[in-house]
């Protein structure tokens, strides 16, 4: 029996009640298919901080090394700014292991309801990529004045040829795996950012020449987030920069009906460093502790985890449960309409896989 280590950190808020039962789902594959989830719990984030001023030990990176991925619920805590624990965990983290691609996917599962009014089930069905290790997060700058009246505060983004190329290689490759239109948007904002936007789009230009079977578009982000609700059905894989590309997933999250059914991975695809797989959805803190989180994003997330481990088959059957209990309507959590509790939904998926 094959054995994967998982590093796990549930985090913050609801992370601590939707990472147990994507465990559960691990779990249950796991023996459908001969594969042993060793898990490695460690209790990170807005509790470490308040008992040792850090979100994280300072040898975490080295915990984490060995692992075969990880698995991370969510970090962020209302007493907290969200500066610290962002910078605290999660970007460290991205940064260390060379995340540079942050893969989200939005699909309209049948049988969900989309704020869009003529949406169907199917009709929607893309790919954001975002750029993850510089651009707009690469936290260069610093302050003058620091507390004073006169306070000035300067932030650069760092666009580097090697970080665009890459990234957009990335997205025109997951264009031609998933061979649907087959087709790549590039969001920048080139007209009013001078530099980094232009040279995003000349390493764009000269990439999709060497993807004759690949179509392509570039949008402004303004013009990309109209488009989002107003033809999203148009869109096959959208890459952007750190920050446009955060912001857009938000959109391409709720237009599917919820942040609950929202997953992420964030790759390291050259597969030196394990890569790190989480809900979109972050600590919740509204909702936390009353057991109504939904915890179909962390599931899919774990299923992408499957596939990203080479086990293409067990992540089909998880996402295939998923779709089959959101289709028939019968077990759902208050941000879908329905009145079930976390545990329900994941007992409902495991019925599936069984």
């Not at 999250?253 to 809900?279: H, K, V, W």
């Amino acid at each position: 029996m094959k054995t994967f280590t998982i590093a796990v950190i549930a985090g913050d808020g609801v992370g601590t009640e939707v990472i147990p039962q994507s465990k559960r789902v691990l779990e249950r594959i796991g023996k459908k298919h001969d594969v042993n989830f060793a898990f490695q719990d460690f209790e990170w984030g807005a509790e470490h901080y308040f008992r040792w001023g850090r979100m994280m030990p300072a040898g975490a990176i080295d915990l984490l090394q060995s692992c075969d991925a990880i698995l991370l619920g969510a970090v962020g805590h209302p007493e907290i700014p969200d500066h610290t624990t962002l910078n605290g965990l999660l970007l460290p983290i991205r940064r260390a292991f060379d995340h540079y691609a942050n893969v989200r996917p939005a699909y309209l599962y049948p049988g969900v309801q989309s704020p869009l009014a003529k949406a169907r089930g199917g009709d929607i069905d893309f790919v954001v990529v975002r750029e993850n290790t510089e651009g707009e997060y690469a936290q260069v700058g610093g302050f003058v004045y620091h507390l004073q009246p006169d306070e000035v505060a300067i932030q650069t983004s760092v666009f580097t040829r090697r970080g665009i190329e890459r990234i957009v290689r990335f997205a025109f490759e997951l264009a031609l795996k998933r061979n649907k239109r087959k087709r790549v948007a590039s969001i920048t904002k080139s007209n009013a950012q001078g530099f980094s936007m232009v040279l995003w789009d000349r390493v764009f230009q000269e990439v999709a020449a060497q993807f004759p079977d690949v179509s392509t578009e570039s949008l402004l982000v303004d013009a990309a987030a109209m488009n989002f609700i107003r033809r999203p059905e148009s869109f096959d894989v959208v890459v952007g920069s750190n920050l446009f590309a955060d912001i857009l997933s938000d959109i391409s999250a709720i237009i599917i009906g919820s942040m609950g059914l929202a997953a992420s991975a964030n790759l390291d695809p050259l597969r030196r460093f394990p890569s790190m797989f989480e809900p979109v959805h972050g600590s919740a803190p509204d909702i936390a502790g009353k057991g109504i989180v939904n915890p179909l994003a962390t599931i899919l997330s774990a299923g992408m985890m499957l596939d990203h481990l080479k086990m293409a088959d067990a992540a089909g059957e998880v996402e295939a449960a998923v779709a089959a209990v959101l289709a028939e309507g019968k077990v759902r959590t208050p941000d879908l309409a329905g009145k079930s509790s976390t545990e329900e939904v994941t007992s409902a998926v495991l019925e599936k896989l069984a």
